[in-house]
């Protein structure tokens, strides 16, 4: 396969989507590290007022 090409294709194509999946993965931990940000924001603005809304 490799004296044809179809190899190097193939670890390219490879790549590509390996390269997809770790932007993927990058955005998703993006979003819920904002999310636990607000989060533990939120806890803390209510933990020094006491508990109260």
Same mark, same amino acid.
Not at 8 to 29: D, M, P, W, Y
């Given at each position: 396969? %490799?004296?044809? !090409? /179809? %190899? @190097?294709?193939?670890? #390219? /194509?490879?790549?590509? +989507?390996?390269?997809? +999946?770790?932007?993927? %993965?990058?955005?998703? /931990? !993006? #979003?819920?590290g904002?999310? /636990? #940000?607000?989060?533990?924001e939120?806890? =803390? &603005? =209510? @933990?020094? @007022?006491g &508990? @109260?809304?």
């Amino acid at each position: 396969m %490799q004296k044809f !090409g /179809l %190899q @190097r294709n193939s670890t #390219r /194509l490879h790549s590509a +989507i390996e390269l997809e +999946i770790v932007k993927e %993965q990058a955005s998703v /931990l !993006g #979003r819920a590290g904002k999310k /636990l #940000r607000l989060s533990l924001e939120k806890y =803390e &603005g =209510e @933990r020094n @007022r006491g &508990g @109260r809304s």
